[in-house]
């Protein structure tokens, strides 16, 4: 390990300077009312600002109504939904950290159950808890699988009010207060479906070719870096690859990359798969520590952007060596979070081999501090 801890360097985003390289991954909460978010919400971020985290996002946040995935999924297609975020990025702000939000469309996906509930289309029994289906929309009418609603084929005009629903979303993330915007443009979720050829079908401007399938995405990213100001950054997240034959590849990744880089994208948030079935909850042979890191270090090298790599990161010195390597410039954790909020001050603490509790929150880190005195005393 070299001298330099790079995870707990500064990261200068154009005007925003993030003080570590850990952010915390977007986490759906399945918690919100109405696309409003609730106390609950407030508390689950909160652990991370005191958590020590660089950068801390706000899970996927639909654009509109239908572009939740669940019933308990936030929005921000309303003004009145922007007062509790606001008290999210305003806490962040003052404990030192940043916060960001990811903007989002389920598309096809749009209308599932709680994971808890099954993980899938809304069913008979759901609809007894009130979560009544809606129609999804796709780029062509293919279902994820069997069994799952149709989604409705987007015309051309509903394309437009997609644009301008992301747009207004963006200008009312900036009124909330966020530091960071990003595309969710993976997972299998409404962008992606446009990306995939798995299911896009499509036969005009918006299918077919590659150029023609990353086209919603690019036209979204342009749109939205017209009206996301100039000094704080703009991330997307991918799904590196499909992980089949007939889908989107890392090859294509690439190529959206550069394109999305020359629109004023600074950061590629490399996740992956997504497209039929969950991303995450994935157990195949390929989900080993770390598994999209080679996702990240080939985009950052082949289209020389900034990339955040997320998946299976659990160990301080397993994100330092990715660091140390080149590999990403940001390291998103998701789960291990979950399990330990507190995992960017025992990073620190691992990575520099001594005690760092003054560095905690003093309501805190000054007891701490005390108690490991004591301990040492009674180990000397
Ligand atoms: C509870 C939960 C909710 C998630 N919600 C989102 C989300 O809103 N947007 C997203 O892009 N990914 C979401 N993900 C995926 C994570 O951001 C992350 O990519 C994934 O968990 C892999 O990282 P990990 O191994 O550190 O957990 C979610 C994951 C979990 C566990």
Not at 21 to 26: G, K
Not at 284 to 297: D, E, K, M, N
Request: net charge negative; charged share 20%.
């Amino acid at each position: 390990m070299s001298e330099l801890v790079k995870l707990f360097t500064d990261c200068a985003l154009r005007g925003l300077s993030l003080c570590n390289r850990i952010v915390i991954s977007p986490m759906c909460q399945y918690s919100a009312h109405d696309g409003y978010l609730d106390a609950w919400h407030k508390i689950h971020l909160g652990r991370f600002v005191m958590g020590g985290a660089g950068l801390i996002f706000t899970e996927a946040t639909a654009v509109q109504k239908s572009g939740r995935i669940t019933h308990g999924c936030p929005g921000l297609w309303e003004d009145g939904q922007i007062a509790a975020h606001s008290e999210i990025t305003s806490f962040a702000r003052t404990h030192g950290a940043a916060s960001a939000i990811q903007l989002a469309h389920a598309g096809r996906k749009g209308g599932m159950q709680r994971p808890w509930y099954g993980n899938s289309f809304l069913k008979e029994e759901d609809h007894v808890r009130g979560d009544n289906p809606w129609t999804p929309l796709g780029p062509s009418p293919i279902p994820v699988d069997d069994g799952w609603p149709v989604p409705h084929e987007m015309t051309v005009q509903d394309i437009q009010a997609l644009k301008d629903d992301f747009v207004a979303a963006a200008r009312r993330a900036e009124r909330a207060g966020y530091d960071v915007v990003e595309i969710h443009g993976a997972h299998g979720y409404l962008i992606h479906s446009f990306l995939s050829p798995i299911s896009n079908h499509r036969k005009d401007a918006y299918g077919g070719n590659l150029q023609n399938r990353i086209r919603l995405a690019l036209e979204i990213t342009d749109s939205v870096r017209a009206v996301w100001p100039d000094h704080l950054p703009l991330f997307f997240r991918v799904s590196a690859v499909d992980g089949s034959a007939d889908g989107w590849q890392i090859e294509d990744t690439v190529y959206l990359a550069k394109a999305l880089k020359s629109l004023g994208v600074d950061v590629i948030d490399c996740s992956s798969g997504g497209i039929a079935g969950s991303a995450t909850t994935g157990n195949s042979g390929l989900r080993q520590p770390g598994f999209q890191v080679p996702f990240a270090a080939l985009v950052r090298e082949s289209a020389s952007i900034s990339t955040m790599t997320v998946g299976l990161i659990t160990h301080a010195k397993q994100a330092e060596s990715i660091l140390q390597e080149n590999q990403a410039d940001l390291i998103a954790i998701g789960r291990e979070a979950l399990a330990n909020p507190n995992w960017p001050w025992h990073a620190r603490q691992a990575l520099n081999e001594k005690c760092q509790y003054h560095r905690w929150p003093e309501q805190s880190g000054w007891w701490l501090e005390r108690r490991q005195q004591s301990c040492d005393f009674y180990t000397e």
